[in-house]
């Protein structure tokens, strides 16, 4: 046996192997079950590599069996807000072009949002996966196996024409990389590394409540933390609280400060909390810069804090900027679990993860139009909530709504380009109250009624549009989907030139019925275009360009609408 393959053979046993699911494969004996167990551990190994998941994570997500439609694997990175998938051959030979088309065929089925031949594993993480692919900003493909060279040319033609295809509509959002035999035995102990993250850390201007053994509370550069995250990866996270590492509503703010206000982080961020094994410090002088050595940390709370700071670091790195990280302070306390009682570092963990989280959302209740429109629409019988923790109680027989809703309306009523940002991500509508884009949206003479009658647009729209949705063609159903947005606000433009949203009685639903055949030639002649433009590429991406969704916007005013330009 190859040397390096014996080699990584090891690793894969020790780290991958005891995780790996073989239920669907228990039929197999001797070799042959052998062989597949490797084959998924290196998938395995290979989302470790690309995602930095611990072993027992990342076997977790591995998809490897009968109709597995060439998906090996997947993952989502929180961090680089990138979708991994991976394709594993433990074979010494390159991957043969047929190989490579099933993989991609995969992968287009996934970005079309097609389950339908896939095997159960994909199945049963079909509203996980979409959600992930809606948020990543990036697709890392790769094909793994167990030779030094390099795959045929005509096998990179077809890995080529997928990026390609991608590329047009959105440049940049695919790679794809194969994975020879030569990079997976340098990464061969990458889960070992992971497991038990040991540091040294610099800690500024530190102070103790009681014995630096127990406890240390102190100030880190941002730096620091970035190139902590930056190495290890999710492993410095528990297991438990890593759902908050996805991208929210506050990441756009903390990462515009470390960026733009270094010199404020300290002052608008609540830092982060450290749990280790052991504390240890070679000469610790108190109020003075000192390195102490963590054993096993694990990040209980600040995922947010963390992530961001790594996110703009990584940044500035490739854009060959100079770092502003060194300016940005964070609070940093660390708990050492050593001594401690069995339950201890899991109550750490719950009590400093269950306060009330503030986002860009609380936020708007600043604007004290808000609680003008909430009370202007009470006394009319309806509810309208802006704020978390109000009341959720419709005192009477009105209509029911929340910030959301109403931010989604009146993007729509706002134009295009509003109505996509706010399909790409709503909370950035609300990231400034004094921002045009907000202002646009919630203008200071805005209208209650009109707030209400968009609402009520939206709603009636979505319960017709749906019934449009309910096709066999995944493909169709897919693209409507995400264009959702956009034909609402083309028949919200149609509707309000002929009906005064500022009339409180106001009832779209009947014109909505009555247009529904307009509706429906609208939806056609949307994938058909769309089909036209981006037939090979994503949906999701295109429909979140807003030049692109302008230009067919302007398409479809005019050959369906019969708008001149």
């Given at each position: 046996?190859?040397?390096?393959?014996?080699?990584?053979?090891?690793?894969?046993?020790?780290d991958?192997?005891p995780?790996?699911?073989?239920?669907?494969?228990?039929?197999?004996?001797?070799?042959?079950?052998?062989?597949?167990?490797?084959?998924?551990?290196?998938?395995?190994?290979?989302?470790?590599?690309?995602?930095?998941?611990?072993?027992?994570e990342?076997s977790?997500?591995?998809?490897d069996?009968?109709?597995?439609?060439?998906?090996?694997?997947?993952?989502?990175s929180?961090?680089?807000?990138?979708?991994?998938?991976?394709?594993s051959?433990?074979?010494?030979?390159?991957?043969?072009?047929?190989?490579?088309?099933k993989f991609?065929?995969?992968i287009?089925?996934?970005?079309?949002?097609?389950?339908?031949?896939?095997n159960?594993?994909?199945?049963?993480r079909?509203?996980?996966?979409?959600?992930?692919?809606?948020?990543?900003?990036?697709i890392r493909?790769?094909?793994?196996?167990?030779?030094?060279d390099?795959?045929?040319?005509?096998?990179?033609?077809?890995?080529?024409?997928?990026?390609q295809?991608?590329?047009?509509?959105?440049?940049g959002f695919?790679?794809?990389?194969?994975?020879?035999?030569d990079?997976?035995?340098?990464?061969?102990?990458?889960?070992?590394?992971?497991?038990?993250?040991?540091?040294?850390?610099l800690l500024?201007?530190?102070?103790?409540?009681?014995?630096?053994r127990?406890?240390?509370?102190?100030?880190?550069?941002?730096?620091?933390?970035?190139?902590?995250y930056?190495?290890?990866?999710?492993?410095?996270?528990d297991?438990?609280?890593?759902?908050?590492?996805?991208?929210?509503?506050?990441?756009?703010?903390?990462e515009?400060?470390?960026?733009?206000?270094?010199?404020?982080?300290?002052?608008?961020n609540?830092?982060i909390?450290?749990?280790?094994?052991?504390?240890?410090?070679?000469?610790?002088?108190?109020r003075?810069?000192e390195?102490?050595?963590?054993?096993?940390?694990?990040?209980?709370?600040?995922?947010?804090?963390?992530?961001?700071l790594?996110?703009?670091?990584?940044?500035m790195?490739?854009?060959?900027?100079?770092?502003?990280?060194?300016?940005?302070?964070?609070?940093?306390?660390i708990?050492s679990?050593?001594?401690?009682?069995?339950?201890f570092?899991?109550?750490?963990t719950?009590?400093t993860n269950?306060?009330?989280?503030?986002?860009?959302?609380e936020?708007?209740?600043?604007d004290?139009?808000?609680?003008?429109?909430?009370?202007?629409l009470?006394e009319?019988?309806?509810?309208?909530?802006?704020k978390?923790?109000?009341?959720?109680?419709?005192?009477?027989?009105?209509?029911?709504?929340?910030?959301?809703?109403?931010?989604?309306?009146?993007a729509?009523?706002?134009?295009?380009?509003?109505?996509?940002?706010?399909?790409?991500?709503?909370?950035?509508m609300?990231?400034n109250?004094?921002?045009?884009?907000?202002?646009?949206?919630?203008?200071?003479?805005?209208?209650?009624c009109?707030?209400?009658?968009?609402?009520?647009?939206?709603?009636?729209?979505?319960?017709?549009?749906?019934t449009l949705?309910d096709?066999?063609?995944?493909?169709?159903?897919?693209?409507?989907?995400?264009?959702?947005y956009?034909?609402?606000t083309?028949?919200?433009?149609?509707?309000?030139?002929?009906?005064?949203?500022?009339?409180?009685?106001?009832?779209p639903?009947?014109?909505?019925?009555?247009?529904?055949?307009?509706?429906?030639?609208?939806?056609?002649?949307?994938?058909?275009?769309h089909?036209?433009?981006?037939?090979?590429?994503?949906?999701?991406?295109?429909?979140?360009n807003?030049?692109?969704?302008?230009?067919l916007a302007?398409?479809l005013?005019?050959?369906?609408?019969h708008?001149?330009?």
């Amino acid at each position: 046996m190859n040397m390096k393959i014996k080699q990584l053979t090891y690793y894969l046993e020790k780290d991958y192997i005891p995780h790996i699911d073989i239920s669907d494969i228990t039929q197999h004996t001797g070799k042959n079950l052998e062989t597949q167990q490797l084959s998924r551990a290196l998938a395995a190994m290979c989302l470790t590599v690309n995602t930095q998941l611990p072993a027992k994570e990342a076997s977790e997500c591995v998809t490897d069996g009968s109709r597995d439609k060439g998906i090996d694997a997947i993952a989502y990175s929180p961090l680089s807000k990138t979708m991994v998938i991976v394709q594993s051959k433990l074979k010494e030979t390159v991957p043969s072009p047929t190989e490579v088309l099933k993989f991609t065929d995969g992968i287009r089925a996934l970005l079309d949002n097609d389950y339908s031949y896939m095997n159960k594993k994909l199945k049963n993480r079909e509203d996980e996966l979409q959600a992930q692919f809606a948020e990543a900003d990036h697709i890392r493909a790769v094909f793994t196996y167990l030779s030094g060279d390099a795959p045929s040319d005509e096998a990179i033609s077809i890995s080529d024409k997928l990026v390609q295809d991608l590329d047009d509509d959105n440049p940049g959002f695919l790679e794809f990389h194969y994975m020879n035999l030569d990079e997976n035995h340098e990464n061969r102990n990458m889960a070992r590394d992971l497991e038990n993250p040991e540091v040294e850390l610099l800690l500024n201007h530190w102070l103790t409540p009681s014995d630096i053994r127990t406890e240390l509370m102190g100030i880190v550069s941002g730096e620091e933390i970035a190139e902590l995250y930056i190495k290890y990866g999710e492993a410095l996270f528990d297991k438990n609280i890593r759902k908050v590492l996805k991208t929210t509503e506050s990441n756009t703010q903390l990462e515009d400060t470390i960026r733009n206000n270094p010199e404020d982080f300290w002052a608008y961020n609540n830092g982060i909390t450290i749990l280790t094994d052991k504390i240890a410090c070679d000469r610790p002088r108190p109020r003075k810069a000192e390195y102490f050595k963590l054993s096993s940390i694990n990040i209980v709370n600040g995922a947010q804090t963390s992530g961001a700071l790594a996110r703009v670091y990584k940044d500035m790195k490739a854009k060959e900027e100079p770092s502003t990280l060194h300016q940005v302070q964070v609070t940093v306390r660390i708990i050492s679990t050593e001594q401690q009682a069995e339950n201890f570092g899991q109550n750490v963990t719950r009590f400093t993860n269950t306060q009330n989280p503030i986002g860009n959302r609380e936020f708007v209740a600043l604007d004290e139009n808000q609680e003008k429109w909430h009370q202007s629409l009470k006394e009319e019988g309806h509810l309208y909530i802006y704020k978390s923790g109000g009341n959720q109680h419709n005192e009477g027989n009105g209509i029911k709504f929340t910030l959301e809703d109403a931010t989604r309306a009146l993007a729509c009523l706002s134009g295009i380009d509003d109505a996509t940002r706010t399909k790409s991500k709503i909370s950035q509508m609300w990231a400034n109250i004094e921002s045009e884009r907000y202002k646009r949206l919630f203008p200071d003479n805005l209208n209650a009624c009109t707030m209400l009658n968009a609402v009520k647009f939206w709603r009636e729209f979505d319960s017709v549009y749906s019934t449009l949705l309910d096709c066999d063609d995944r493909k169709r159903k897919k693209v409507l989907q995400e264009a959702t947005y956009l034909c609402c606000t083309l028949l919200l433009e149609q509707f309000k030139w002929s009906h005064d949203l500022t009339q409180l009685e106001l009832d779209p639903s009947t014109w909505l019925e009555n247009q529904y055949p307009l509706l429906a030639e609208l939806a056609d002649a949307c994938f058909e275009h769309h089909e036209e433009l981006n037939a090979s590429g994503y949906p999701g991406s295109f429909f979140k360009n807003t030049d692109k969704v302008s230009n067919l916007a302007d398409t479809l005013r005019e050959e369906v609408l019969h708008q001149r330009r």
